[in-house]
C-alpha cells in the first residue's frame, strides 16, 4: 500500500482528519499565486481535467453516495464539479461550515475600524449584555476568545449538535473556566458574533454580508432559515478567499494578518474534529509554512484547503447520523480528490 494511504484504516473524520497533514510531504509545494477566479475551463484544460478527475467522479457516483455535491479550485479555477441531483444553483445546508463563512465578515469589519482589534472586549462593543452575566470573568471575554472557541462558557458539546442559543441567553450561560484557556466546542459563537458585528456595522447582518462578501463574490444570495445555506461553489469562493490570504481577484476583502491568523493554529482544539483551531477555522499542524486548514460541518459539509498545490475542495452531503459516521465526504477528499489534482497539477506545461 502506498504510504499516503496507511492510515485511512478508520471511517472515523478525527482519524481521517488527522492523516490529512501528512499529505503535505508527498505534494511538490507550490507559492500560491494572486489567481484571478475563472469557472469556464479552455478546451484544452477541459481535456486535462476530465482525464485528471475520471476515476474520483466514477467514486463519488458509485461509492461515496452520501456527498450531494463537491466542487474542486485548483489555481483559482474551477477543475471538476459533481451534483448528484444535476442542481448547481441549489442552496444547500453548510451546518457549521459557516461559522468559518463568519470570520470573513469579522475581518471585514475590522479592516473597516469598525472593530478595533480581536482583544477588543465583546461588552465594549454590546454594553447591554453585562447585565446578562454576573460572573466577573465574562467582562474580560475578547472576540478573540470567540474566534477561538476559548470564552469559558460552561458547554458540552462534543458532537458538534447543541442548538445555538439566542444571543444574551447564550451570554447569560454560566462560564467554567477563565476565557481564553480552555477550548469547548460552541455553535452559540454565531449568534454571539452575529450580534456583535450588526452592533459594530449598525446594519442587519444579511445586509453587511451583501455588501461586503455576496456582491464582491459574485455569490447567490445565501438563504439564512434554519441556518446558513450557499452554493457549493461559493463555498469554495470561501476557501479561495483564505487560501488568497484574503485577497478576491487582486483586490483585498479581508486582512492578511487577519487572514492568515485564522488559519493558523490558535489553540490545540478538540472535539468534535479533533484537530487545532484556528479563528473559526479547523488546522492540520504541519511544519509548512502554509498549513491545510477547513471549515467543517455535521454530516460531511466541507471546504477544505491545501495550499501546496493550491486546491480548494468543497463538498455537501447528506445531514444524518449515518453521513457523520460513513465519512463519505472527507474519504473522498483524501483517496480521490487529493490524488486527481495531483495528477492534474503534474498535467500542467512547465
Same mark, same amino acid.
Given at each position: 500500500?502506498? @504510504?499516503?494511504?496507511?492510515?485511512?484504516?478508520?471511517?472515523?473524520?478525527? %482519524?481521517?482528519?488527522?492523516?490529512?497533514?501528512?499529505?503535505? &510531504?508527498?505534494?511538490?509545494?507550490?507559492?500560491?499565486?494572486?489567481?484571478?477566479?475563472?469557472?469556464?475551463?479552455?478546451?484544452?484544460?477541459?481535456?486535462?481535467?476530465?482525464?485528471?478527475?475520471?476515476?474520483?467522479?466514477?467514486?463519488?457516483?458509485?461509492?461515496?453516495?452520501?456527498?450531494?455535491?463537491?466542487? &474542486?479550485?485548483?489555481?483559482?479555477?474551477?477543475?471538476?464539479?459533481?451534483?448528484?441531483?444535476?442542481?448547481?444553483?441549489?442552496?444547500?445546508?453548510?451546518?457549521?461550515?459557516?461559522?468559518?463563512?463568519?470570520?470573513?465578515?469579522?475581518?471585514?469589519?475590522?479592516?473597516?475600524?469598525?472593530?478595533?482589534? &480581536?482583544?477588543?472586549?465583546?461588552?465594549?462593543?454590546?454594553?447591554?449584555?453585562?447585565?446578562?452575566?454576573?460572573?466577573?470573568?465574562?467582562?474580560?471575554?475578547?472576540?478573540?476568545?470567540?474566534?477561538?472557541?476559548?470564552?469559558?462558557?460552561?458547554?458540552?458539546?462534543?458532537?458538534?449538535?447543541?442548538?445555538?442559543?439566542?444571543?444574551?441567553?447564550?451570554?447569560?450561560?454560566?462560564?467554567?473556566?477563565?476565557?481564553?484557556?480552555?477550548?469547548?466546542?460552541?455553535?452559540?459563537?454565531?449568534?454571539?458574533? %452575529?450580534?456583535?458585528?450588526?452592533?459594530?456595522?449598525?446594519?442587519?447582518?444579511?445586509?453587511?454580508?451583501?455588501?461586503?462578501?455576496?456582491?464582491?463574490?459574485?455569490?447567490?444570495?445565501?438563504?439564512?432559515?434554519?441556518?446558513?445555506?450557499?452554493?457549493?461553489?461559493?463555498?469554495?469562493?470561501?476557501?479561495?478567499?483564505?487560501?488568497?490570504?484574503?485577497?478576491?481577484?487582486?483586490? @483585498?476583502?479581508? @486582512?492578511?494578518?487577519?487572514?492568515?491568523?485564522?488559519?493558523?493554529?490558535?489553540?490545540?482544539?478538540?472535539?468534535?474534529?479533533?484537530?487545532?483551531?484556528?479563528?473559526?477555522?479547523?488546522?492540520?499542524?504541519?511544519?509548512?509554512?502554509?498549513?491545510?486548514?477547513?471549515? %467543517?460541518?455535521? *454530516? *460531511?459539509?466541507?471546504?477544505?484547503?491545501?495550499?501546496?498545490?493550491?486546491? &480548494?475542495?468543497?463538498?455537501?452531503?447528506?445531514?444524518?447520523?449515518?453521513?457523520?459516521?460513513?465519512?463519505?465526504?472527507?474519504?473522498?477528499?483524501?483517496?480521490?480528490?487529493?490524488?486527481?489534482?495531483?495528477?492534474?497539477?503534474?498535467?500542467?506545461?512547465?
Amino acid at each position: 500500500m502506498h @504510504p499516503r494511504w496507511t492510515c485511512l484504516s478508520s471511517h472515523i473524520a478525527a %482519524s481521517l482528519l488527522a492523516c490529512l497533514g501528512h499529505a503535505a &510531504v508527498l505534494a511538490q509545494p507550490a507559492t500560491t499565486g494572486a489567481w484571478l477566479w475563472r469557472e469556464a475551463p479552455t478546451a484544452a484544460e477541459q481535456v486535462l481535467d476530465i482525464a485528471a478527475f475520471q476515476a474520483a467522479d466514477t467514486a463519488l457516483a458509485q461509492q461515496f453516495t452520501d456527498v450531494h455535491s463537491a466542487v &474542486v479550485v485548483q489555481r483559482g479555477r474551477v477543475v471538476y464539479s459533481f451534483y448528484r441531483d444535476g442542481d448547481a444553483a441549489r442552496l444547500r445546508d453548510t451546518q457549521s461550515a459557516a461559522k468559518s463563512a463568519l470570520s470573513v465578515l469579522l475581518g471585514t469589519a475590522l479592516a473597516q475600524g469598525r472593530i478595533a482589534s &480581536v482583544d477588543q472586549r465583546v461588552l465594549d462593543l454590546v454594553p447591554d449584555w453585562a447585565a446578562a452575566n454576573s460572573d466577573p470573568r465574562a467582562a474580560g471575554i475578547t472576540l478573540r476568545h470567540l474566534l477561538t472557541l476559548t470564552a469559558g462558557f460552561a458547554v458540552n458539546d462534543a458532537g458538534g449538535t447543541a442548538p445555538a442559543l439566542a444571543p444574551r441567553d447564550a451570554w447569560a450561560r454560566p462560564l467554567a473556566s477563565e476565557p481564553g484557556k480552555t477550548f469547548a466546542y460552541d455553535n452559540s459563537v454565531v449568534p454571539l458574533l %452575529s450580534a456583535v458585528l450588526e452592533k459594530a456595522t449598525g446594519m442587519p447582518l444579511a445586509d453587511y454580508a451583501r455588501q461586503q462578501l455576496i456582491g464582491p463574490m459574485g455569490f447567490a444570495e445565501p438563504s439564512y432559515q434554519r441556518g446558513l445555506h450557499l452554493r457549493t461553489l461559493d463555498m469554495a469562493k470561501l476557501g479561495q478567499l483564505y487560501l488568497q490570504r484574503g485577497q478576491w481577484n487582486g483586490q @483585498p476583502l479581508v @486582512p492578511e494578518v487577519f487572514a492568515d491568523a485564522s488559519v493558523k493554529v490558535q489553540n490545540a482544539g478538540g472535539p468534535p474534529v479533533g484537530l487545532s483551531y484556528g479563528y473559526l477555522w479547523w488546522v492540520v499542524p504541519s511544519a509548512e509554512p502554509r498549513p491545510t486548514f477547513m471549515a %467543517s460541518g455535521y *454530516g *460531511g459539509q466541507f471546504i477544505w484547503v491545501y495550499p501546496p498545490l493550491d486546491l &480548494v475542495v468543497a463538498t455537501t452531503s447528506g445531514v444524518s447520523g449515518g453521513s457523520q459516521q460513513r465519512g463519505h465526504a472527507l474519504q473522498w477528499i483524501r483517496t480521490q480528490a487529493f490524488g486527481a489534482a495531483q495528477k492534474r497539477a503534474q498535467s500542467e506545461p512547465r
